[in-house]
């Protein structure tokens, strides 16, 4: 069963770029749909962007155009790149795999097995 590590994170300013680190071991990522997701405090986990291998990639309305989620399959590691970053972004982000359809990229419950994620706190 995959593993993933996320890494990457971490304090910057309004305006910032970040980009994050989703490192797979034990299953190759090109096999999954990789998710991206965020929890802020005191919120629900929500859908960032989603990515599947020959597939266009999904994005949240709140950061299209923003953030970008690629792969290197090389490496066996998805990437989150956050450009423009807005005070809103301050979260745990996640990454997890799963295999539904498109239509169902975006829902937290279809991904199951969550680490331990890595914060990412923008200042204003």
């Known amino acids: 069963q995959v593993q993933l590590v996320e890494s990457g994170g971490g304090l910057v300013q309004t305006g910032d770029s970040l980009t994050l680190s989703c490192a797979a071991s034990?299953?190759?990522?090109?096999?999954?749909?990789t998710g991206w997701f965020r929890q802020a405090p005191g919120k629900e986990r929500e859908f960032v962007a989603a990515r599947r291998t020959s597939a266009y990639p999904l994005y949240a309305e709140s950061v299209k155009g923003r953030f970008t989620i690629s792969a290197d399959n090389s490496r066996n590691t998805v990437f989150l790149q956050m450009n423009r970053l807005k005070p809103g972004g301050t979260a745990v982000y996640y990454c997890?795999?799963?295999?539904?359809?498109?239509?169902?990229?975006?829902?937290?419950?279809?991904?199951?097995?969550w680490g331990q994620g890595t914060q990412v706190t923008v200042s204003s």
């Open positions: 997890e795999t799963t295999r539904v359809i498109r239509s169902s990229w975006h829902e937290v419950r279809q991904y199951t097995k």
């Open positions: 034990g299953g190759t990522l090109n096999s999954y749909v």
